[in-house]
């Protein structure tokens, strides 16, 4: 495979240049204005764990801030990996701070999460293509958002409101992102970039919950 192949996802680029993306571009920067509100909001005395998952909200808009400006099939990975990354820890993260899961037990939950979401992937290759655009991919963590808020509600109430706020943005967000081609004609800009700004907002909502958790001092 040609890492360097360039690629077109998007209705706004309409060339291989770096510019070809403007707004998909420029749109990432509501990711490092949400990390930086949120190590605000943290203060001084956060652990380290939060500022872990802050800092990966940055990248994630860094790593698809690059992807929308090169647009090759190695920065697509950049775009994804940091996602990804934060799904991980924020749910490992999640299960010990609000669950009170011990850290080797929160792990065995991301794992079977992982499996799962392996299962899923799979099926849907052998599958006929869903209508998304490419979105499908984010089911399983939209799934996941809305477990942990209703495994959060009876002890963290405050935690669920939050994921439950989450949820709803993100399916704002997917939508964005599954009818993006489909708009071309009408919208030659496309949508995606509000897979971006309403994205940021979803992973403020998600760091906001983890931070009013009863165990927000605790690093487990």
Do not use: Y
């Given at each position: 495979m040609n890492w360097a192949e360039n690629i077109d996802l998007y209705c706004e680029r309409t060339g291989p240049g770096l510019w070809?993306?403007?707004?998909?571009?420029l749109s990432n920067l509501a990711f490092i204005a949400v990390a930086i509100i949120l190590?605000?909001?943290?203060?001084?005395?956060?652990?380290?764990?939060?500022?872990?998952?802050?800092g990966l909200i940055a990248a994630v808009?860094?790593?698809?801030?690059?992807?929308?400006t090169v647009a090759t099939r190695g920065t697509a990975i950049l775009d994804i990996g940091f996602i990804a990354i934060f799904v991980v820890a924020y749910y490992q993260r999640f299960q010990v701070r609000v669950l009170g899961r011990s850290t080797a037990a929160a792990w065995a939950?991301?794992?079977i999460f992982l499996m799962l979401t392996g299962g899923f992937v799979a099926a849907t290759r052998l599958l006929p293509p869903l209508p998304l655009n490419g979105s499908e991919i984010y089911l399983p963590p939209f799934v996941l958002l809305l477990?942990?808020?209703?495994?959060?509600?009876?002890?963290?109430?405050?935690?669920?409101?939050w994921l439950t706020m989450a949820s709803a943005l993100f399916v704002v967000s997917l939508t964005c992102r599954a009818v993006d081609q489909l708009v071309c004609a009408a919208w030659p800009v496309g949508t995606h970039l509000g897979w971006h700004l309403v994205n940021a907002a979803m992973l403020y909502c998600c760091m906001a919950g983890l931070l009013t958790a009863p165990r927000y001092r605790h690093f487990g």
């Open positions: 070809a993306e403007p707004l998909n571009a190590w605000r909001r943290a203060g001084r005395g956060a652990a380290f764990d939060l500022r872990l998952l802050i808009g860094v790593g698809s801030g690059v992807f929308h939950g991301v794992g477990a942990c808020a209703a495994l959060a509600r009876p002890r963290a109430p405050a935690v669920a409101r």
